[in-house]
T-cell receptor, first 113, second 114 residues
Framework: DAMVIQNPRYQVTQFGKPVTLSCSQT?????MYWYQQKSSQAPKLLFH???????NEADTPDNFQSRRPNTSFCFLDIRSPGLGDAAMYLC????????????FGDGTRLSIL | DQQVKQNSPSLSVQEGRISILNCDYT??????FLWYKKYPAEGPTFLIS?????DKNEDGRFTVFLNKSAKHLSLHIVPSQPGDSAVYFC?????????????FGKGTKLSVKP
């Protein structure tokens, strides 16, 4: 089945230690998104790639970066995680940016020690 | 400032009855609306959507109603089943392009009791 896969499902890192979260897709969608979701909150878009074109949300901290080496993979890099970055990180894909639903992975739960 | 609001954090319904989940929005430019369902430890799953040119869209047991004048949409599940117990997110967007990103509500937790 075509799907969106996030690895790892759970990630623990130390305060200030860089961490990378991974997302891959077999849907061949040209748009990939990264969301941050904290407990009882709405998912919040961090940035997205339309093909290789990177689109950052205005309020996304500089601490968060992303890479998309090819259509199938997208990475979220947190350069110096703080305690406030502990959250669920969701990757999603869509076929274009029009009226198309986004398809989500199961997320990576990030904990900061 | 929340543009998409789900004012009921939780809803409990008896199996076989109708579940009605509500969502209000403030941005009159939104023209595409979606509902997602989320089970614990899984990502949100797309359920149903509606364009602003329609006022109703139906898919099996799920129907979404859109009232543009009231800036309100609702999801009806009939009949409700225990497997429908999940958190339901309402989302909205303004057209396409990079400005057309999804804005989510905080979700409503639905519990369907046998």
């Amino acid at each position: 089945d075509a799907m969106v896969i996030q690895n790892p499902r759970y990630q623990v890192t130390q305060f200030g230690k860089p961490v990378t979260l991974s997302c891959s897709q077999t849907l061949n969608h040209n748009v990939m998104y990264w969301y941050q979701q904290k407990s009882s909150q709405a998912p919040k878009l961090l940035f997205h790639y339309y093909d290789k074109d990177f689109n950052n949300e205005a309020d996304t901290p500089d601490n968060f970066q992303s890479r998309r080496p090819n259509t199938s993979f997208c990475f979220l890099d947190i350069r110096s995680p703080g305690l406030g970055d502990a959250a669920m990180y969701l990757c999603a894909t869509s076929l274009g940016r029009g009226n198309q639903p986004q398809h989500f992975g199961d997320g990576t739960r990030l904990s900061i020690l | 400032d929340q543009q998409v609001k789900q004012n009921s954090p939780s809803l409990s319904v008896q199996e076989g009855r109708i579940s009605i989940l509500n969502c209000d929005y403030t941005n009159s430019m939104f023209d595409y609306f979606l509902w997602y369902k989320k089970y614990p430890a899984e990502g949100p799953t797309f359920l149903i959507s509606i364009s602003s040119i329609k006022d109703k869209n139906e898919d099996g047991r799920f129907t979404v109603f859109l009232n543009k004048s009231a800036k309100h949409l609702s999801l009806h599940i009939v009949p409700s089943q225990p497997g429908d117990s999940a958190v339901y997110f309402c989302a909205a967007k303004v057209g396409g392009g990079s400005q057309g990103n999804l804005i989510f509500g905080k979700g409503t937790k639905l519990s369907v009791k046998p």
